[in-house]
Protein backbone atom coordinates (compact mmCIF):
# COMPACT_ATOMS: atom_id res chain seq x y z
CA UNK A 1 0.00 0.00 0.00
CA UNK A 2 2.71 2.57 0.58
CA UNK A 3 6.56 2.81 0.05
CA UNK A 4 8.35 1.30 3.06
CA UNK A 5 9.99 4.71 3.99
CA UNK A 6 6.57 5.15 5.64
CA UNK A 7 6.14 2.05 7.59
CA UNK A 8 6.34 3.39 11.32
CA UNK A 9 10.41 2.25 12.32
CA UNK A 10 11.80 4.02 9.30
CA UNK A 11 9.92 6.91 9.77
CA UNK A 12 11.33 7.36 13.50
CA UNK A 13 14.56 6.46 11.94
CA UNK A 14 14.34 9.17 8.92
CA UNK A 15 12.85 11.51 11.63
CA UNK A 16 15.34 12.02 13.87
CA UNK A 17 18.14 11.79 11.09
CA UNK A 18 16.18 14.86 9.42
CA UNK A 19 15.74 16.55 12.57
CA UNK A 20 19.38 15.95 13.79
CA UNK A 21 20.15 17.77 10.31
CA UNK A 22 17.89 20.84 11.92
CA UNK A 23 18.85 20.78 14.96
CA UNK A 24 22.32 20.49 15.10
CA UNK A 25 22.18 18.05 17.40
CA UNK A 26 21.07 14.27 18.14
CA UNK A 27 17.16 13.53 18.26
CA UNK A 28 15.23 10.80 20.14
CA UNK A 29 12.11 10.23 18.78
CA UNK A 30 9.73 8.11 20.95
CA UNK A 31 6.26 7.39 20.69
CA UNK A 32 5.97 7.51 17.26
CA UNK A 33 1.73 7.16 16.56
CA UNK A 34 -0.10 7.10 13.13
CA UNK A 35 -3.59 8.84 13.82
CA UNK A 36 -6.55 7.33 11.64
CA UNK A 37 -7.78 10.57 11.28
CA UNK A 38 -8.16 12.06 7.42
CA UNK A 39 -8.04 10.43 4.28
CA UNK A 40 -5.75 12.07 2.13
CA UNK A 41 -2.27 13.44 4.19
CA UNK A 42 -0.83 10.86 6.59
CA UNK A 43 -0.38 12.04 10.37
CA UNK A 44 2.29 11.12 12.99
CA UNK A 45 2.39 12.22 16.82
CA UNK A 46 5.60 12.02 18.07
CA UNK A 47 8.03 13.28 20.85
CA UNK A 48 11.44 14.62 19.78
CA UNK A 49 14.12 15.14 22.72
CA UNK A 50 17.08 17.25 21.59
CA UNK A 51 19.74 19.76 23.28
CA UNK A 52 20.42 23.20 21.55
CA UNK A 53 21.71 26.66 23.23
CA UNK A 54 19.30 26.79 25.89
CA UNK A 55 20.13 23.15 27.29
CA UNK A 56 17.43 20.21 26.88
CA UNK A 57 14.06 20.49 24.72
CA UNK A 58 11.66 18.29 24.30
CA UNK A 59 8.54 18.76 22.08
CA UNK A 60 5.66 16.87 21.10
CA UNK A 61 5.51 17.13 17.36
CA UNK A 62 2.76 16.40 14.68
CA UNK A 63 4.83 14.84 11.00
CA UNK A 64 2.34 15.59 8.22
CA UNK A 65 2.96 13.72 5.12
CA UNK A 66 1.49 13.40 1.56
CA UNK A 67 2.16 9.89 0.27
CA UNK A 68 3.27 9.20 -3.22
CA UNK A 69 0.23 7.37 -4.48
CA UNK A 70 -2.22 9.26 -1.62
CA UNK A 71 -5.96 10.62 -3.05
CA UNK A 72 -4.62 13.96 -4.54
CA UNK A 73 -1.18 13.19 -5.63
CA UNK A 74 1.22 14.47 -6.05
CA UNK A 75 1.26 16.87 -2.90
CA UNK A 76 2.92 20.12 -2.15
CA UNK A 77 3.42 20.97 1.61
CA UNK A 78 4.44 24.45 1.15
CA UNK A 79 1.11 25.67 1.17
CA UNK A 80 -0.47 24.04 4.28
CA UNK A 81 2.83 25.15 6.32
CA UNK A 82 3.02 28.94 4.51
CA UNK A 83 -0.73 29.12 6.44
CA UNK A 84 0.36 28.04 9.46
CA UNK A 85 3.63 30.43 9.63
CA UNK A 86 1.68 33.42 7.92
CA UNK A 87 -1.09 33.02 11.02
CA UNK A 88 1.43 32.12 13.55
CA UNK A 89 0.28 35.11 16.29
CA UNK A 90 -2.76 36.15 14.59
CA UNK A 91 -5.88 35.38 15.79
CA UNK A 92 -6.62 32.08 14.09
CA UNK A 93 -5.11 29.62 16.64
CA UNK A 94 -3.31 27.42 14.31
CA UNK A 95 -0.07 24.97 15.47
CA UNK A 96 3.36 26.41 15.34
CA UNK A 97 5.03 25.15 12.21
CA UNK A 98 8.90 24.18 12.31
CA UNK A 99 9.92 22.84 9.12
CA UNK A 100 8.38 21.57 5.60
CA UNK A 101 10.24 19.62 2.89
CA UNK A 102 8.66 18.85 -0.92
CA UNK A 103 12.08 16.81 -0.97
CA UNK A 104 11.04 12.98 -1.28
CA UNK A 105 14.71 11.97 0.43
CA UNK A 106 13.72 11.70 3.40
CA UNK A 107 10.41 9.88 3.31
CA UNK A 108 9.51 9.74 -0.24
CA UNK A 109 6.94 11.81 0.46
CA UNK A 110 6.42 15.72 0.64
CA UNK A 111 5.88 16.62 5.00
CA UNK A 112 5.95 19.36 7.20
CA UNK A 113 6.28 19.09 11.00
CA UNK A 114 4.18 21.46 13.44
CA UNK A 115 3.39 21.71 16.77
CA UNK A 116 1.16 19.09 18.34
CA UNK A 117 -1.83 21.08 20.20
CA UNK A 118 -3.50 20.05 23.11
CA UNK A 119 -7.32 19.23 22.39
CA UNK A 120 -9.56 16.78 20.69
CA UNK A 121 -11.27 16.36 17.32
CA UNK A 122 -14.91 16.84 17.60
CA UNK A 123 -16.18 14.87 14.25
CA UNK A 124 -19.46 15.98 12.37
CA UNK A 125 -20.91 12.36 12.37
CA UNK A 126 -23.56 11.78 15.29
CA UNK A 127 -26.27 9.61 15.12
CA UNK A 128 -29.44 11.27 13.84
CA UNK A 129 -31.46 13.48 16.58
CA UNK A 130 -28.42 13.61 18.59
CA UNK A 131 -26.80 16.68 19.68
CA UNK A 132 -23.00 16.74 18.94
CA UNK A 133 -22.27 19.14 21.97
CA UNK A 134 -23.83 19.97 25.14
CA UNK A 135 -25.35 23.43 24.61
CA UNK A 136 -22.77 25.42 26.72
CA UNK A 137 -20.03 23.84 24.78
CA UNK A 138 -22.08 24.85 21.36
CA UNK A 139 -22.76 28.07 21.98
CA UNK A 140 -19.10 28.69 23.52
CA UNK A 141 -17.26 26.92 20.58
CA UNK A 142 -19.73 28.32 18.01
CA UNK A 143 -18.57 31.85 18.46
CA UNK A 144 -14.66 30.79 18.49
CA UNK A 145 -15.60 29.16 15.62
CA UNK A 146 -16.77 31.80 13.33
CA UNK A 147 -14.77 34.29 14.85
CA UNK A 148 -11.75 32.16 13.43
CA UNK A 149 -13.27 31.86 10.52
CA UNK A 150 -13.76 35.87 10.35
CA UNK A 151 -9.80 36.21 11.24
CA UNK A 152 -8.68 33.45 8.04
CA UNK A 153 -11.01 36.03 6.19
CA UNK A 154 -10.01 39.49 7.41
CA UNK A 155 -6.50 38.10 7.50
CA UNK A 156 -3.70 40.60 5.07
CA UNK A 157 -2.21 37.68 2.61
CA UNK A 158 -0.73 40.34 0.43
CA UNK A 159 2.84 40.97 0.45
CA UNK A 160 2.95 37.02 2.40
CA UNK A 161 4.11 34.02 0.82
CA UNK A 162 0.22 33.39 1.05
CA UNK A 163 0.38 35.41 -2.29
CA UNK A 164 1.69 32.21 -4.68
CA UNK A 165 -1.33 30.30 -3.36
CA UNK A 166 -3.65 32.28 -6.24
CA UNK A 167 -1.55 34.22 -8.61
CA UNK A 168 -4.14 36.55 -10.68
CA UNK A 169 -7.54 35.10 -9.11
CA UNK A 170 -10.02 38.05 -8.77
CA UNK A 171 -13.17 38.88 -7.56
CA UNK A 172 -14.91 37.89 -11.00
CA UNK A 173 -12.73 34.81 -11.21
CA UNK A 174 -12.59 33.30 -8.35
CA UNK A 175 -15.35 31.09 -8.39
CA UNK A 176 -14.64 30.07 -11.88
CA UNK A 177 -11.55 28.97 -11.12
CA UNK A 178 -12.35 26.64 -8.51
CA UNK A 179 -15.18 25.17 -10.62
CA UNK A 180 -12.75 24.35 -13.41
CA UNK A 181 -10.51 22.90 -11.03
CA UNK A 182 -12.95 20.96 -9.55
CA UNK A 183 -14.33 19.68 -12.71
CA UNK A 184 -10.50 18.76 -13.81
CA UNK A 185 -10.87 16.17 -10.78
CA UNK A 186 -13.31 14.83 -11.63
CA UNK A 187 -12.22 14.07 -14.85
CA UNK A 188 -8.94 12.72 -14.09
CA UNK A 189 -10.77 10.77 -11.27
CA UNK A 190 -14.30 9.30 -12.89
CA UNK A 191 -13.97 6.02 -14.45
CA UNK A 192 -18.11 6.14 -15.53
CA UNK A 193 -19.85 9.17 -16.72
CA UNK A 194 -22.66 10.73 -14.09
CA UNK A 195 -25.34 12.60 -15.77
CA UNK A 196 -26.21 14.53 -12.22
CA UNK A 197 -22.50 15.62 -12.06
CA UNK A 198 -22.37 17.27 -15.38
CA UNK A 199 -25.72 18.89 -14.95
CA UNK A 200 -24.64 20.04 -11.59
CA UNK A 201 -21.26 21.40 -13.72
CA UNK A 202 -23.14 23.37 -15.99
CA UNK A 203 -25.87 24.75 -13.12
CA UNK A 204 -22.64 26.11 -11.17
CA UNK A 205 -20.96 27.49 -14.16
CA UNK A 206 -24.44 29.84 -14.92
CA UNK A 207 -25.03 30.56 -11.37
CA UNK A 208 -21.16 31.75 -10.33
CA UNK A 209 -21.35 34.71 -7.98
CA UNK A 210 -18.69 37.75 -7.98
CA UNK A 211 -16.75 37.39 -4.31
CA UNK A 212 -16.95 40.42 -1.99
CA UNK A 213 -13.52 39.90 -1.90
CA UNK A 214 -10.41 37.82 -2.13
CA UNK A 215 -9.33 36.32 0.70
CA UNK A 216 -7.57 33.47 2.48
CA UNK A 217 -9.71 30.34 1.97
CA UNK A 218 -9.31 27.39 4.46
CA UNK A 219 -10.94 25.08 1.61
CA UNK A 220 -11.95 22.58 4.52
CA UNK A 221 -13.65 24.62 7.39
CA UNK A 222 -15.49 22.37 9.56
CA UNK A 223 -16.02 20.52 12.41
CA UNK A 224 -13.60 17.98 12.44
CA UNK A 225 -10.93 20.17 11.72
CA UNK A 226 -10.63 21.94 14.68
CA UNK A 227 -8.78 21.23 17.89
CA UNK A 228 -11.28 22.01 21.13
CA UNK A 229 -10.30 21.62 24.90
CA UNK A 230 -12.71 22.54 28.10
CA UNK A 231 -14.43 24.64 25.54
CA UNK A 232 -12.11 26.54 23.70
CA UNK A 233 -10.82 26.15 20.09
CA UNK A 234 -6.85 25.40 20.47
CA UNK A 235 -6.22 25.17 16.87
CA UNK A 236 -7.63 24.82 13.22
CA UNK A 237 -6.10 22.07 11.87
CA UNK A 238 -6.24 20.79 7.95
CA UNK A 239 -5.45 23.10 5.25
CA UNK A 240 -4.65 21.20 2.58
CA UNK A 241 -7.14 22.42 0.22
CA UNK A 242 -6.01 26.37 1.22
CA UNK A 243 -6.11 28.90 -1.31
CA UNK A 244 -7.17 32.30 -2.17
CA UNK A 245 -10.65 33.01 -3.60
CA UNK A 246 -13.99 33.81 -2.18
CA UNK A 247 -14.51 33.89 1.44
CA UNK A 248 -18.24 32.47 1.37
CA UNK A 249 -16.64 29.66 0.00
CA UNK A 250 -15.72 29.00 3.54
CA UNK A 251 -19.14 29.82 4.80
CA UNK A 252 -20.97 26.90 2.00
CA UNK A 253 -18.90 24.31 3.16
CA UNK A 254 -19.52 25.47 6.92
CA UNK A 255 -23.34 25.01 6.12
CA UNK A 256 -23.16 21.92 4.42
CA UNK A 257 -25.89 19.33 5.03
CA UNK A 258 -23.14 16.52 5.22
CA UNK A 259 -21.28 17.95 8.15
CA UNK A 260 -24.63 18.44 10.33
CA UNK A 261 -26.88 15.71 9.25
CA UNK A 262 -30.79 16.64 9.88
CA UNK A 263 -29.42 19.32 13.03
CA UNK A 264 -30.84 23.10 12.79
CA UNK A 265 -26.61 23.63 14.04
CA UNK A 266 -24.68 24.37 10.78
CA UNK A 267 -21.51 21.99 11.75
CA UNK A 268 -23.67 21.32 14.78
CA UNK A 269 -22.19 24.18 16.12
CA UNK A 270 -24.81 27.45 15.39
CA UNK A 271 -28.00 28.24 13.20
CA UNK A 272 -28.00 29.54 9.89
CA UNK A 273 -29.14 33.04 10.46
CA UNK A 274 -27.09 33.38 13.74
CA UNK A 275 -24.08 32.54 11.48
CA UNK A 276 -24.41 34.90 8.91
CA UNK A 277 -25.51 37.77 11.37
CA UNK A 278 -21.85 36.96 13.40
CA UNK A 279 -19.94 36.44 10.50
CA UNK A 280 -20.63 39.37 9.37
CA UNK A 281 -20.19 41.44 12.37
CA UNK A 282 -16.83 39.62 12.99
CA UNK A 283 -15.91 40.31 9.56
CA UNK A 284 -17.06 43.18 7.98
CA UNK A 285 -17.74 41.07 4.82
CA UNK A 286 -21.55 41.13 3.60
CA UNK A 287 -23.19 37.81 3.57
CA UNK A 288 -25.26 37.03 0.27
CA UNK A 289 -27.35 34.09 1.10
CA UNK A 290 -27.57 33.21 -2.46
CA UNK A 291 -23.68 33.04 -2.64
CA UNK A 292 -23.40 31.05 0.48
CA UNK A 293 -26.22 28.30 -1.21
CA UNK A 294 -23.79 28.54 -4.55
CA UNK A 295 -20.96 27.34 -2.70
CA UNK A 296 -23.13 25.09 -0.65
CA UNK A 297 -23.89 23.41 -3.46
CA UNK A 298 -20.19 23.76 -5.03
CA UNK A 299 -18.99 22.41 -2.08
CA UNK A 300 -21.34 19.48 -1.55
CA UNK A 301 -19.85 19.11 -5.62
CA UNK A 302 -16.48 19.03 -4.43
CA UNK A 303 -17.64 16.03 -2.00
CA UNK A 304 -18.89 14.18 -4.62
CA UNK A 305 -15.59 14.24 -6.74
CA UNK A 306 -13.33 13.42 -3.60
CA UNK A 307 -15.47 10.20 -3.02
CA UNK A 308 -15.44 9.87 -6.60
CA UNK A 309 -11.37 10.17 -6.51
CA UNK A 310 -11.06 7.80 -3.21
CA UNK A 311 -12.86 4.96 -5.41
CA UNK A 312 -11.00 5.58 -8.41
CA UNK A 313 -7.44 5.67 -5.84
CA UNK A 314 -9.05 2.03 -4.29
CA UNK A 315 -9.86 0.70 -7.35
CA UNK A 316 -6.42 1.76 -9.42
CA UNK A 317 -4.83 -0.23 -6.40
CA UNK A 318 -3.00 2.99 -5.94
CA UNK A 319 -3.80 3.18 -1.77
CA UNK A 320 -5.00 0.01 -0.40
CA UNK A 321 -7.02 1.48 2.85
CA UNK A 322 -10.34 0.15 2.57
CA UNK A 323 -11.67 3.68 4.23
CA UNK A 324 -12.05 4.96 0.51
CA UNK A 325 -13.87 2.11 -1.07
CA UNK A 326 -16.66 2.66 1.96
CA UNK A 327 -16.56 6.48 0.94
CA UNK A 328 -17.28 5.76 -2.57
CA UNK A 329 -20.66 3.51 -1.59
CA UNK A 330 -22.56 6.86 -0.05
CA UNK A 331 -21.76 8.83 -3.71
CA UNK A 332 -25.39 9.02 -4.15
CA UNK A 333 -26.19 10.37 -1.17
CA UNK A 334 -23.86 13.48 -2.38
CA UNK A 335 -25.66 13.69 -5.65
CA UNK A 336 -29.02 14.01 -4.36
CA UNK A 337 -27.85 16.64 -2.08
CA UNK A 338 -26.01 18.73 -4.65
CA UNK A 339 -29.87 18.48 -6.74
CA UNK A 340 -31.71 19.24 -3.09
CA UNK A 341 -29.20 22.19 -2.14
CA UNK A 342 -29.94 23.89 -5.77
CA UNK A 343 -33.52 23.47 -5.29
CA UNK A 344 -33.49 25.08 -2.04
CA UNK A 345 -34.43 21.87 -0.40
CA UNK A 346 -31.79 21.66 2.52
CA UNK B 1 -22.04 1.30 -6.03
CA UNK B 2 -18.63 3.33 -7.20
CA UNK B 3 -15.95 0.19 -6.97
CA UNK B 4 -16.13 -2.85 -9.02
CA UNK B 5 -17.45 -5.93 -7.15
CA UNK B 6 -13.92 -7.83 -7.78
CA UNK B 7 -11.74 -4.83 -6.46
CA UNK B 8 -14.11 -4.68 -3.79
CA UNK B 9 -13.42 -8.36 -2.79
CA UNK B 10 -9.72 -8.46 -3.71
CA UNK B 11 -9.46 -5.04 -1.13
CA UNK B 12 -11.52 -6.87 1.70
CA UNK B 13 -9.75 -9.87 1.37
CA UNK B 14 -6.24 -8.33 1.30
CA UNK B 15 -6.91 -6.26 4.61
CA UNK B 16 -8.21 -8.87 6.28
CA UNK B 17 -5.15 -10.77 5.00
CA UNK B 18 -2.95 -8.48 5.85
CA UNK B 19 -3.49 -5.90 7.91
CA UNK B 20 -6.55 -7.15 10.46
CA UNK B 21 -5.48 -10.87 11.00
CA UNK B 22 -1.80 -10.43 11.85
CA UNK B 23 -2.94 -8.00 14.47
CA UNK B 24 -5.72 -10.16 15.94
CA UNK B 25 -4.06 -11.30 19.53
CA UNK B 26 -6.66 -13.42 20.42
CA UNK B 27 -7.02 -17.14 19.15
CA UNK B 28 -10.48 -17.39 18.95
CA UNK B 29 -11.60 -13.68 17.48
CA UNK B 30 -8.43 -15.30 14.98
CA UNK B 31 -10.17 -18.04 13.75
CA UNK B 32 -13.30 -15.96 13.06
CA UNK B 33 -11.75 -13.86 10.88
CA UNK B 34 -10.12 -16.83 9.13
CA UNK B 35 -13.23 -18.05 8.12
CA UNK B 36 -14.97 -14.55 7.26
CA UNK B 37 -11.60 -14.55 4.82
CA UNK B 38 -12.68 -18.53 3.39
CA UNK B 39 -16.03 -17.22 2.96
CA UNK B 40 -14.76 -14.53 0.88
CA UNK B 41 -12.58 -16.21 -1.28
CA UNK B 42 -15.34 -18.89 -2.03
CA UNK B 43 -17.98 -15.97 -2.72
CA UNK B 44 -15.55 -13.76 -5.60
CA UNK B 45 -15.99 -16.26 -8.08
CA UNK B 46 -20.00 -17.15 -7.29
CA UNK B 47 -21.28 -13.33 -7.33
CA UNK B 48 -22.39 -10.31 -9.01
CA UNK B 49 -24.17 -7.58 -9.20
CA UNK B 50 -27.89 -7.88 -9.39
CA UNK B 51 -29.41 -7.63 -12.59
CA UNK B 52 -32.70 -6.79 -11.82
CA UNK B 53 -31.64 -2.62 -11.32
CA UNK B 54 -29.23 -2.68 -13.45
CA UNK B 55 -31.97 -4.02 -16.28
CA UNK B 56 -34.37 -1.66 -14.90
CA UNK B 57 -31.64 1.44 -15.78
CA UNK B 58 -31.20 0.55 -18.78
CA UNK B 59 -34.70 0.12 -19.89
CA UNK B 60 -35.61 3.57 -18.29
CA UNK B 61 -32.45 4.96 -20.08
CA UNK B 62 -33.85 3.77 -23.83
CA UNK B 63 -37.21 4.93 -23.00
CA UNK B 64 -35.60 8.57 -21.99
CA UNK B 65 -33.39 8.15 -25.31
CA UNK B 66 -36.77 7.66 -27.23
CA UNK B 67 -38.05 10.96 -25.51
CA UNK B 68 -34.74 13.06 -26.16
CA UNK B 69 -35.30 11.86 -29.97
CA UNK B 70 -38.78 14.30 -29.71
CA UNK B 71 -37.30 16.76 -27.74
CA UNK B 72 -34.57 16.87 -29.95
CA UNK B 73 -35.86 16.62 -33.46
CA UNK B 74 -35.12 18.21 -36.21
CA UNK B 75 -32.86 21.05 -33.79
CA UNK B 76 -29.95 22.39 -35.38
CA UNK B 77 -27.18 21.63 -34.72
CA UNK B 78 -28.28 18.25 -34.32
CA UNK B 79 -28.43 16.49 -31.10
CA UNK B 80 -25.57 14.08 -29.71
CA UNK B 81 -26.42 10.85 -32.03
CA UNK B 82 -27.83 7.99 -29.57
CA UNK B 83 -26.05 5.05 -29.25
CA UNK B 84 -26.83 2.01 -31.10
CA UNK B 85 -25.43 -1.21 -30.43
CA UNK B 86 -28.40 -1.24 -27.39
CA UNK B 87 -29.16 -4.88 -27.72
CA UNK B 88 -28.22 -7.01 -25.00
CA UNK B 89 -27.72 -11.20 -25.24
CA UNK B 90 -30.88 -13.10 -25.08
CA UNK B 91 -29.45 -14.25 -21.21
CA UNK B 92 -27.73 -11.24 -19.88
CA UNK B 93 -25.35 -11.07 -17.55
CA UNK B 94 -24.51 -8.28 -14.75
CA UNK B 95 -21.21 -7.71 -17.11
CA UNK B 96 -23.27 -7.29 -19.97
CA UNK B 97 -25.59 -4.73 -18.69
CA UNK B 98 -23.13 -2.68 -16.69
CA UNK B 99 -21.37 -1.38 -20.17
CA UNK B 100 -24.61 -0.46 -21.35
CA UNK B 101 -25.70 1.02 -18.85
CA UNK B 102 -22.50 3.41 -18.44
CA UNK B 103 -22.44 4.20 -22.59
CA UNK B 104 -26.12 5.22 -22.31
CA UNK B 105 -25.13 7.27 -19.22
CA UNK B 106 -22.53 8.84 -20.99
CA UNK B 107 -24.51 9.71 -24.16
CA UNK B 108 -27.15 11.24 -21.18
CA UNK B 109 -23.85 13.48 -20.68
CA UNK B 110 -23.56 14.61 -24.23
CA UNK B 111 -26.92 15.99 -24.71
CA UNK B 112 -26.58 17.83 -21.23
CA UNK B 113 -23.46 19.68 -22.80
CA UNK B 114 -24.98 19.61 -26.08
CA UNK B 115 -28.28 21.31 -23.89
CA UNK B 116 -26.30 23.62 -22.24
CA UNK B 117 -24.60 25.23 -24.99
CA UNK B 118 -27.32 25.55 -27.17
CA UNK B 119 -29.86 26.88 -24.82
CA UNK B 120 -30.33 30.23 -26.85
CA UNK B 121 -30.82 28.44 -29.97
CA UNK B 122 -33.22 25.47 -28.59
CA UNK B 123 -37.00 27.11 -28.23
CA UNK B 124 -37.47 28.55 -25.09
CA UNK B 125 -37.60 25.86 -22.05
CA UNK B 126 -36.48 23.00 -24.58
CA UNK B 127 -33.24 22.79 -22.75
CA UNK B 128 -34.78 22.77 -19.29
CA UNK B 129 -37.49 20.37 -20.24
CA UNK B 130 -34.62 18.21 -21.38
CA UNK B 131 -32.40 18.58 -18.26
CA UNK B 132 -35.07 17.56 -16.58
CA UNK B 133 -36.38 14.23 -18.18
CA UNK B 134 -32.62 12.77 -17.47
CA UNK B 135 -32.47 14.46 -13.75
CA UNK B 136 -35.91 12.95 -13.18
CA UNK B 137 -34.26 9.08 -14.57
CA UNK B 138 -31.19 9.77 -12.91
CA UNK B 139 -33.06 10.46 -9.56
CA UNK B 140 -34.91 7.45 -9.58
CA UNK B 141 -31.51 5.52 -9.78
CA UNK B 142 -30.03 7.41 -6.85
CA UNK B 143 -33.14 6.95 -4.49
CA UNK B 144 -33.27 3.21 -5.52
CA UNK B 145 -29.42 2.59 -4.36
CA UNK B 146 -29.87 4.94 -1.14
CA UNK B 147 -32.68 2.49 -0.36
CA UNK B 148 -29.74 -0.22 -0.22
CA UNK B 149 -26.99 2.06 1.03
CA UNK B 150 -26.80 1.47 5.05
CA UNK B 151 -26.13 4.95 6.92
CA UNK B 152 -22.21 5.31 6.83
CA UNK B 153 -20.05 4.99 9.71
CA UNK B 154 -17.68 7.83 8.75
CA UNK B 155 -16.97 8.36 12.50
CA UNK B 156 -16.13 4.81 13.64
CA UNK B 157 -14.05 4.73 10.26
CA UNK B 158 -12.23 8.43 11.31
CA UNK B 159 -11.54 7.20 14.59
CA UNK B 160 -11.05 3.26 14.81
CA UNK B 161 -13.30 3.10 17.33
Known amino acids: MESSALDGEAVAKNLAEFLRRQTGSEVAVSGLRRYTVGFSWITYGF ?3 WRDSTGPRRENLILRLGPPKGLFAPYHAFPQFAALKALEGSAVPVPRAYWYSEELDAFGAPFFICEKVKGEAPLPWVAEGREAFPAATREALAEQFVAALAAIHRFEWRGTPLETLGRGVDEASAATREIASWEKLLERWAFRPYPMLEWAISWLKAHRPVAPRVSLVHGDYRTGNFLESEGRITAILDWELVHLGDPLEDLGWVCMRSFRGRSPYMCHLIERPRLYERYEKLSGIPVSPAAVT ?53 | MTNSLERIFDGVIDALQSRVIPKIQDESARSQAYGALDMLRNLKPRVEWALGPLQDDVAQQLALVARIAALTDRAVPAAPAAPSDTALPPRPTAADVEPMRDRLDQYLCEVLRWADENRGRLPDGRAEEIEAAIRDQQRVRLRRELKLTAPPLFGEISRGQ
Not at chain 1, 311 to 338: M, N, T, Y
Open chain 1, 294 to 346: FYEAFGTFKLAVIHVGAARCFEDGRFKDLRLAALGVHLPRLILQIEATIEGKT
Open chain 1, 47 to 49: EAA
